[in-house]
């Protein structure tokens, strides 16, 4: 008989991704999930009560299993929260969480959220986690405990191809025009008030997708336009009309902006990201204009350089796409994780 696994997700989870995991484990996969990505203006306490509601599930039907997959750190959180309370002696299944992301706060909160996710690591009945870069793992390390070194792996991540992609590389180079933008997006982590700061000089437009309280206390200039709580599609949509893609990132330990990097990889953009250990395991010099953090000069550099040498573009762009092909896809994802629970 086959063995059995458990995704727990607090999305629709792709069937590439279970398809290749199930092959790669000679296991049947079975999915519990309730969808609340998406829906940006679904309050917090909300999402949190789905996360506890999928823990739930994964408690009591957890001896079915022989690996849990938490596809969401806070529903691992909640299922050892709910191993710890009610005195769970023996913990049936393997599990993994996927990824843990850790960005400690000042103060007596800080503590507080320090002791809660070194309870978690510490807890029986997580056994494995991972992390999107191998900088944000000693990080995490460094800040938690050296002795949970094996518990938590690095992690390269994937996403699926979306629909209509071609495996042919195309240029994407045009010249810059009137209708032509630059694109930064996502929430976790950005350094949006640099990258405005730039552009109040630039005589270029700038498109940013984010939450309000992203760039709360930031003056606007009128090249920039931001826009609040749209949907995924519309994310990739505004993402793949762009000119260039820019990634700002505030705090280089914590493994932000992985997703929109390797949106922007697949769509053949140009990519302007801050230089870190995270980006650079992903990509490099030939495949993307990397900038010191925090830096206004660097990143208005970068766009007059991708404005005028259209050369450069096409090259940056071609290459990040052929990087995405050969490590990031979804099949590629779904192989590394296998290995984990495999070599477990």
């Not at 950005?190 to 940013?208: M, Q, S, Y």
Request: charged share 25%; glycine share 6%.
């Amino acid at each position: 008989m086959k063995k059995k696994i458990l995704i727990a997700a607090d999305c629709k989870v792709d069937s590439t991704f279970v398809e290749i995991l199930g092959k790669e484990l000679g296991a049947i996969i079975e999915i519990f999930y309730i969808d609340s990505t998406g829906k940006k203006r679904v309050r917090k306490i909300i999402r949190h009560v789905t996360y506890f509601l999928l823990a739930i599930k994964a408690f009591f039907y957890r001896r079915k299993y022989e690996h849990i997959i938490f596809w969401q750190q806070c529903i691992g959180i909640y299922y050892a929260l709910l191993i710890r309370v009610f005195l769970v002696k023996k913990i049936y299944p393997r599990s993994l969480v996927l990824y843990l992301m850790y960005n400690r706060k000042k103060g007596i909160l800080g503590r507080i959220q320090r002791f809660l996710y070194f309870s978690t690591l510490d807890s029986n009945a997580l056994s494995y986690f991972t992390c999107g870069s191998a900088q944000e793992r000693e990080f995490y390390l460094n800040e938690l405990g050296r002795e949970f070194g094996c518990k938590l792996y690095f992690v390269k991540n994937g996403i699926r191809k979306p629909e209509g992609y071609s495996e042919t590389v195309t240029n994407n180079s045009s010249s810059y025009s009137c209708n032509s933008y630059f694109f930064a997006g996502g929430s976790s982590n950005r350094d949006f008030r640099t990258v405005i700061k730039a552009f109040e000089k630039l005589n270029a437009h700038l498109i940013i997708v984010c939450l309000p309280g992203d760039v709360d206390g930031i003056h606007i200039p009128s090249n920039v336009e931001v826009i609040f709580n749209v949907s995924e599609n519309d994310f990739s949509d505004y993402m793949k009309k762009a000119y260039a893609v820019i990634i700002p990132i505030e705090n280089l330990n914590v493994s932000s902006g992985i997703l929109t990097l390797l949106q922007a990889m697949i769509f053949g953009k140009a990519i302007i990201a801050t230089r870190s250990s995270t980006v650079g395991d992903y990509i490099d010099d030939t495949c993307g204009i990397l900038i010191k953090d925090h830096s206004v000069e660097d990143i208005r550099n970068a766009v007059l350089e991708v404005m005028s040498n259209e050369q450069r573009l096409s090259s940056i762009a071609m290459n990040a796409r052929l990087r995405y092909e050969s490590e990031f896809t979804i099949e590629k994802y779904g192989e590394r994780i296998g290995r984990i629970l495999k070599e477990n």
